[in-house]
Every structure is written in C-alpha cells, then in structure tokens.
C-alpha cells in the first residue's frame, strides 16, 4: 500500500495534469462564439459522471442503460435553452425564470428520487438513486453554459476555480494539521482544519476576481466578490459531502478509478454539483 506522501505527491501529478486539459477546455471557452465548447465537455463529464454511479449500482445491471437514458435526454435541455435562448427572451421578459424553472425542475425531480430511494427497498432504491443523481448531475455540469453567456469566460473560470480551490487547499492544510474529523460518517477524511482553510481561500479567492474585474463589479464592489466566494465554496463542501453520502450509500471508497488516489470523474466534479446552482441564482443580485 502507498504510503501517505506518495499518495499526496500522486495526486498532485494527477491533479496538475487535469488543469492542463482544463485549461485546454478554458481556452476554448475564451475563442467560443455561441458557448457550444463549454456545453459539450460538460455533457460528456456528466455522462462520465452518471456512468459512475450507475456502476456503483451492479445489483442492478438495468439502472446502468435506464439511467444514461434518462440523463442523456434531460440534459439537452439547458442546451437547448441555451442556444434558443436569444429567441425564446423575445417573447419572454423573463429569461433568469425560464433558466432557473428548468434548474429547479431537474433539482427537485432528483431530490424526489434520492427520497424515494432511502425509503424503497434495495432493488427499487439502487434504481431511483441512479435516476436521482443522473439528472442531478446533468443540470449543473451542463448549466455551465449559462454561466459562459452570462459572466463570460472570465466568469467561467472564476466560478471553476472558487468551486475547485477550497478543494485543493482544504486536502493539503487537512493532511498537514487537520486533527477533528466533523463528518465522520460521511466523508471520514474531511477536517475542520481542512473546512476552514477551504472557506478562507474561497473568500479571498472571490475577492480578487472581483478587484481584477474577472466578476462583474456589482454596488457593492469587492464585497460582492467575497460573498460570491463564501457561497461558491460553501456550496461546493456542500456538494463534496453530498457526493461522499452517496458513495457510503453505494458501499464504495471512490466513484472510479480513472485518476488513481483521485478517484473517478464525480469525484473530481462533486464541487459542482452544488456550486453551479449556487452561482446561478446568487451572482444576479450580487454582480448585477
């Protein structure tokens, strides 16, 4: 077994070489004219994503087909609200309400099924839960779109890295001095230490978007980048733990195995499960 240096300087590997291709996919959000090369990588993470939780699932070899199914086809939506959006805001004074109906529906009809699935037996629940997290999860990775077209590429990448930043910095401060574990749980790794450095470095983090004008300068100037900062990465802790009570759930350390002491792809997009909706419907009144 790796010892715990080499599995920190593995994963380091592994993470500087993802922010490579992150940056390659960045770069492509930077040159887009209609925001399809944000869209489509989100599409296929999510597809990525759901694959994983259905394989978690091999009780039942049906949920894998049901839930791709489902995820596949819901997940054209924002898309497709997207790309017509410019044609549906002509008859509809209201564009945020159209965005956030279609945000709100998918997130309500997951909830719905994660419900129906702590409640149902083994069979019926492996399969709900499936559905429950597909279409949790196609709604913010694909949503991500809105955020290109509203804050631009500059906005992406601060949404990405506020939602990624605490991550990286909380994994660090929590090897290094983390002694309490809040969520033993849930996500037994995660600290206080570690929760609180990754909340610390959301804030400043948002701050100097804000001061650096890669957010919009709302009335309340940098202090809207520190709010903006907080919720982004209270959100996406949020979500890391949403993503470790499923995998308890599952019965299974990470979600795959693709990035070795990383783990698997909902692994590395747990953050923005929850950040992305966070941003979409706090960033209108905080950098109006």
Not at 241 to 256: N, T
């Amino acid at each position: 077994m790796a010892s715990r240096g080499k599995k920190i300087l593995i994963r380091t590997g592994v993470g500087t070489s993802l922010a490579v291709v992150l940056a390659w996919i960045v770069s492509m959000a930077y040159s887009s004219i209609d925001g399809f090369s944000v869209w489509l990588p989100g599409a296929i993470f999510s597809v990525g994503c759901v694959y994983e939780v259905a394989t978690m699932q091999r009780a039942v070899p049906k949920a894998l087909r049901l839930a791709l199914a489902v995820g596949l086809i819901t997940g054209l939506a924002p898309g497709l609200v997207h790309y017509f959006g410019e044609q549906l805001s002509l008859s509809n004074p209201y564009p945020y309400l159209t965005r956030f109906g279609i945000l709100g529906t998918y997130l309500a009809a997951a909830l719905a099924f994660l419900v129906f699935a702590m409640l149902s037996k083994a069979g019926r629940s492996r399969i709900a839960l499936c559905l429950g997290i597909s279409l949790w999860v196609f709604a913010p990775m694909t949503s991500l779109a809105f955020i290109w077209s509203d804050y631009g590429a500059h906005g992406l990448v601060a949404l990405l890295v506020l939602s990624k930043i605490g991550d990286i910095f909380g994994y660090y401060v929590g090897s290094a001095i983390g002694k309490t574990h809040p969520f033993p749980n849930t996500s037994p790794g995660k600290t206080t230490a570690g929760c609180v450095a990754s909340l610390v470095v959301g804030i400043i983090a948002g701050g100097l978007f804000a001061y650096f004008e890669m957010l919009p300068n709302g009335a309340l100037g940098i202090v809207a980048g520190l709010l903006g900062g907080a919720l982004v990465n209270i959100a996406a802790q949020a979500g890391d733990l949403f993503e470790s009570r499923i995998k308890r759930m599952a019965q299974v350390k990470d979600s795959g195995n693709w990035f070795g002491p990383s783990g698997g792809v909902l692994d590395l997009a747990d953050s923005l499960l929850f950040s992305v909706p966070m941003a979409l419907v706090t960033w209108p009144l905080l950098f109006a």
